[in-house]
Structures are given as structure tokens and as C-alpha cells.
């Protein structure tokens, strides 16, 4: 038997049937303005790290005393050329490697040891807190581009003794911060049920209270990097990180101080890598607390925050 169609619905019902309308919603787990901006900013910064010897126009070590100083989208160098005739585009896309290990191993290091610290501080409590504690405001009474200068020039210029300051530097941080969370979370119901039960505290340590701190450590992580940039880049302008002719923006900002009135450029260009470079960084972690903290999320909505950059239609 043939299917015989539905017969057409007179206009009168046609007219009060409710229409469905077709709205922008955000996708689900997609990230606001400020997580888009700074995402973008640090993939493309990683992006160029990895292709750095494919795309660079030229060899960042190599000097040409016959053009020194030229301007910028000059024939051959987009960008110019610093004090010594080297290309600054080649040596900036090679020095995005430098710039994103001196900031992210120390925060990972840090992130590992002064977690540990804080997790035993704020767990333990007692004589062993107070003590971690004094020692840690030992350290916080110094200013933090101090105590790394002074710990740079203690172990002498190099890679490795700038992350090992920048190490020592941040410890403190992700210390307080580790054991303020853990006490807070000690006093949760589920805790106490797992020492009812007669869990040990290792246990209830690392698979009980561990897992929630992980999301305000990771923003805070991420926050840190931004600042490691800037304090990596301050201890390589001092001459206490990597060495000539290896391609630093720090270093090449110190290098363009000769050629400030002449061309100006060659100090300004490594200097704006290392602002945006930080500035993305500091995007992505106040994008990401924004996400994780419902408090944030609601004052935003409330003050009329931003829109999401990317949207779906969905039907409702």
C-alpha cells in the first residue's frame, strides 16, 4: 500500500502553533574572551617554537658587521638587524624555545616541590607546620628579583642556576597556597569519613584531598608562568641566564641598549615579545579561575562581562 500523505494543516492551526526559535548558546565547555585570547596567544608562541628551524629566514647565530643596526622590513630582514648584524625575526622565533622552558620547567618544579611541602604543612600541622611556615616567611621578607639575583650570582650565569633560583623563588608561593587549601579541605565531611573508616593518611592525603586542590593550583600554576617569563627575562637581561650567542629575549634586550637612539627597535621587538608572552599567560589562568570559580562566573554576568567569542546555534 501506498503511504498517502498528511493533509495540510489548516492556517488557523498553522498560526497558533508555537514557533521554534533558533538561539546562540555557548558550547558546552568552550572558554570565554579571556581564555581565547590567551590560549591563542600561547599556542601560537608554542607553535613557533616547534617550527622555529623551519620557518626562521635566517641563522639566528650568524653576523653580518656590514649591517648593523638596520631598520625594520629591511631587504632581507623583516625585522632588522640587531647590534652585531644578526637577524632579529630568526633569533626571536629561536628564542620562543628558551622563553617557554625558563618559565614553565621552573613552575612545574616548583609546582612539585612547594606542593609537596604545603600538602605535608597543612596535613600535619603542629610544630612541623609552624617551622615550614617561619622559614617560608624568611624567604617571602626578601623580594623575589632579589633572592633569585642573589642565588643567580651565588651559583654563577647560566641556564641552570637561573632555574634553580627560579625554583627556590617560588616554592614559597605554591607552599602557602597548597597548605591553605589543605587545611580548608581537612575539615570536609568526607574527609573525616575516610579516618572513620580507618583509611591511612597517605591515602587520605593523595586520593582524598589531593584531587580537589588540583584545579586552584593548576590557575595559580599558570599565573606563575606569565611571571616566570618576566622574572627569566629580568635575571637574562642581568646577564645570569643563557650565555652569547645562545637567541634570549632577555639577553636581546640588553644587547639593544647600544642602539636605543639609532634603532630603537632592536630592544623594543624582544621587549614586546616578552610582554605579550606574559600577558597570555596571565589571560589563559584569569580565563581559566573564571571557569572554575562559579563566584567569578556570576559577578561577571552581573557586571555584563563579555560574551563567549565562539557560538552554536541550538534549538529550544
Known amino acids: 500500500m501506498k503511504a498517502t500523505a498528511a493533509p495540510p494543516r489548516p492556517a488557523a492551526v498553522r498560526a497558533a502553533t508555537p514557533r521554534r526559535r533558533i538561539r546562540l548558546r555557548p558550547p558546552a565547555g568552550s572558554g570565554n574572551t579571556t581564555v581565547l585570547i590567551g590560549g591563542a596567544i600561547v599556542a ?17 647565530l650568524a653576523t653580518n658587521p656590514s649591517s648593523i643596526g638596520l631598520g625594520l622590513l629591511s631587504d632581507g630582514h623583516l625585522l632588522g638587524t640587531d647590534e652585531v648584524g644578526r637577524d632579529i625575526l630568526s633569533r626571536l622565533m629561536h628564542g620562543t624555545r628558551l622563553a617557554l622552558l625558563v618559565a614553565v620547567v621552573p613552575t612545574l618544579a616548583a609546582l612539585v616541590i612547594g606542593g609537596c611541602i604545603g600538602l ?63 587545611i580548608a579541605l581537612r575539615q570536609e565531611q568526607y574527609v ?41 627575562s629580568s635575571l637574562a637581561f642581568l646577564g645570569l641566564g643563557a650565555q652569547p650567542p645562545t637567541p634570549d629575549w632577555g639577553q636581546m634586550l640588553s644587547g639593544g641598549r647600544a642602539l636605543l637612539v639609532t634603532a630603537p627597535h632592536v630592544a623594543t621587538i624582544p621587549g614586546l615579545a616578552i610582554v605579550v608572552l606574559a600577558v597570555g599567560f596571565n589571560l589563559l589562568g584569569d580565563g581559566i579561575r573564571d571557569r572554575l570559580d562559579p563566584r567569578s562566573r556570576t559577578s561577571r554576568a552581573a557586571r555584563g562581562g563579555p560574551r563567549p567569542l565562539w557560538t552554536r546555534w541550538s534549538r529550544s
Open 44 to 60: 601560537v608562541t608554542i607553535l613557533i617554537a616547534l617550527l622555529a628551524p623551519l620557518i626562521a629566514p635566517d641563522d639566528p
Open 120 to 182: 605535608l604543612s597543612g596535613y600535619a600541622g603542629g610544630w612541623l607546620d609552624s617551622t615550614l611556615m617561619r622559614i617560608f616567611d624568611v624567604m617571602f621578607s626578601f623580594p623575589g628579583i632579589l633572592l633569585a639575583l642573589g642565588i643567580g650570582v651565588a651559583l654563577g650565569p647560566g641556564i641552570t642556576s637561573m632555574v634553580i633560583a627560579m625554583v627556590v623563588v617560588t616554592v614559597p608561593e605554591f607552599g602557602r597556597i597548597v597548605r591553605g587549601n589543605v
Open 192 to 232: 573525616e569519613a575516610a579516618g572513620a573508616l580507618g583509611y591511612g593518611h597517605l591515602r587520605i592525603a593523595f586520593r582524598h584531598i589531593t584531587p580537589n586542590l588540583l584545579g586552584g593550583v593548576a590557575v595559580f600554576a599558570t599565573l606563575q608562568t606569565g611571571r616566570n617569563v618576566i622574572l627569566s
